[in-house]
């Protein structure tokens, strides 16, 4: 027999030892259903102000309220490099969670939490212990003057190393240049890593307490004096806090429970739900609990918050069916205890957009950056 045949024979009856083996593709899972569209005009809704004129329109910085914006957008031209503005530096660097005192080590999961029958508010997850990095990016506007207390802006989910966010860059050295908002040093603080619960991001962001803010008040902060050579004012109405999702409800919570520290809230798809885990009794609802007790039973705190949410916004995206996963519904809830309690807000529904707000967020983010800074007057310290 010539070695072709002998060759074909192997192959034929199963005795090739290099033969294929067909492996079947591994099932894709299920999609997530789409979130509904909700109306501007819906039964829970806040009465909102619909704004005339063309596609691109957006509440002036002077006003206060509820607004509908969309569902057609145009990118702020804040959003482009303008001729002659002067840029801003930017420096990096990376926090190690082993010589972190408040989180370290972080937590991870490698499933999702199943409903807890004892309490439908929470999940029993199963985690494990992890070690992490996070990259700290600070953007230093061309105008701040050495040795001088800087107004200072932190934000969550920051970027990676070596990828700092040059679109958020440019809109603050617009708006510094053009005076409409002081000479801010913004922080960028990447998160621990995951989301929602049982990951390290989720514990930072959605626990209801003051850690996470000590944590950049106490840690973060001395290491960027130290690294980049600027100071930070002590003054809180001199201080600003701002995330998408989970990164909104941490601002909130990093104002709230250190008033002292953080006087300025601005927040995208502001995750104002019951993400918190683990369980804690004395805020069962986690965030939801802002609207639900926190904001109607307290005093007034000194806070300034912006709010933004998509009309197609998150709803129940996960396994838990406790009433409190509805991000458009959280978000009505917050700018009506706000306005009962008379808080100064501005809170704008956009038409066609869904969680993060898409093309919405190029046109808003500047007029909300400015809005955020509206009145704050330096008091050198």
């Not at 105008?143 to 200072?152: D, E, F, I, N, S």
């Not at 860059?169 to 995951?194: E, F, H, S, W």
């Not at 396994?319 to 704008?348: F, I, S, T």
């Given at each position: 027999m010539s070695l072709r045949p002998a060759l074909l024979l192997l192959a034929l009856t199963g005795f090739a030892a290099d033969a294929p083996k067909t492996v079947a593709p591994a099932p894709k899972p299920a999609a997530r259903p789409q979130p509904p569209t909700r109306p501007f005009d819906g039964p829970t809704a806040p009465k909102f102000i619909r704004l005339g004129g063309p596609a691109g329109a957006t509440p002036s910085a002077d006003a206060y309220g509820d607004f509908v914006v969309g569902p057609d957008y145009v990118a702020a031209p804040e959003t482009k490099a303008i001729a002659g503005v002067p840029q801003g530096r930017v420096e990096q660097f990376v926090?190690?969670?082993?010589?972190?005192?408040?989180?370290?080590?972080?937590?991870?999961?490698?499933?999702?939490?199943?409903?807890?029958?004892?309490?439908?508010?929470?999940?029993?997850?199963?985690?494990?212990?992890?070690?992490?990095?996070?990259?700290?990016?600070?953007?230093?506007?061309?105008?701040?003057?050495?040795?001088?207390?800087?107004?200072?802006?932190?934000?969550?989910?920051?970027?990676?190393?070596?990828?700092?966010?040059?679109?958020?860059?440019?809109?603050?050295?617009?708006?510094?240049?053009?005076?409409?908002?002081?000479?801010?040093?913004?922080?960028?603080?990447?998160?621990?890593?995951?989301?929602?619960?049982?990951?390290?991001?989720?514990?930072?962001?959605?626990?209801?307490?003051?850690?996470?803010?000590?944590?950049?008040?106490?840690?973060?902060?001395?290491?960027?004096?130290?690294?980049?050579?600027?100071?930070?004012?002590?003054?809180?109405?001199?201080?600003?806090?701002?995330?998408?999702?989970?990164?909104g409800s941490a601002a909130l919570i990093m104002a709230w429970y250190h008033p002292e520290w953080f006087r300025r809230v601005l927040t995208l798809s502001g995750t104002f739900v019951n993400q918190q885990w683990p369980f804690d009794p004395a805020t069962p609802g986690g965030a939801w609990d802002f609207h639900d007790q926190l904001i109607p039973k307290s005093e007034r705190k000194p806070i300034r918050l912006y709010l933004a949410v998509g009309d197609r916004d998150?709803?129940?995206?996960?396994?838990?069916?406790?009433?409190?996963?509805?991000?458009?519904?959280?978000?009505?809830?917050?700018?009506?205890?706000?306005?009962?309690?008379?808080?100064?807000?501005?809170?704008?529904?956009?038409?066609?957009?869904?969680?993060?707000?898409?093309?919405?967020?190029?046109?808003?983010?500047?007029?909300?950056?400015?809005?955020?800074?509206k009145g704050y007057v330096p008091s050198g310290k």
């Open positions: 926090m190690n969670s082993k010589d972190c005192q408040r989180f370290n080590p972080g937590i991870a999961r490698k499933e999702f939490g199943t409903p807890d029958p004892k309490n439908p508010k929470t999940l029993i997850v199963a985690t494990h212990t992890i070690d992490y990095k996070r990259t700290i990016t600070v953007h230093i506007p061309a105008q701040y003057v050495p040795g001088t207390a800087a107004p200072l802006l932190v934000t969550h989910d920051g970027p990676g190393l070596g990828k700092p966010d040059l679109n958020l860059c440019r809109i603050l050295d617009n708006l510094i240049a053009q005076k409409r908002i002081p000479p801010v040093v913004t922080v960028m603080i990447a998160n621990g890593g995951g989301d929602a619960q049982g990951h390290e991001r989720g514990k930072e962001y959605d626990t209801m307490s003051g850690l996470f803010a000590e944590f950049i008040q106490l840690e973060v902060l001395p290491q960027v004096e130290q690294k980049t050579g600027v100071k930070f004012t002590t003054d809180p109405d001199g201080r600003a806090t701002m995330g998408t999702s989970s990164g998150n709803f129940n995206p996960n396994v838990m069916r406790d009433g409190m996963h509805d991000w458009v519904e959280a978000n009505h809830r917050m700018a009506k205890v706000l306005k009962e309690k008379g808080y100064p807000y501005q809170y704008l529904f956009c038409q066609n957009a869904g969680h993060g707000l898409g093309p919405a967020r190029a046109q808003i983010l500047p007029n909300a950056l400015e809005w955020l800074w």
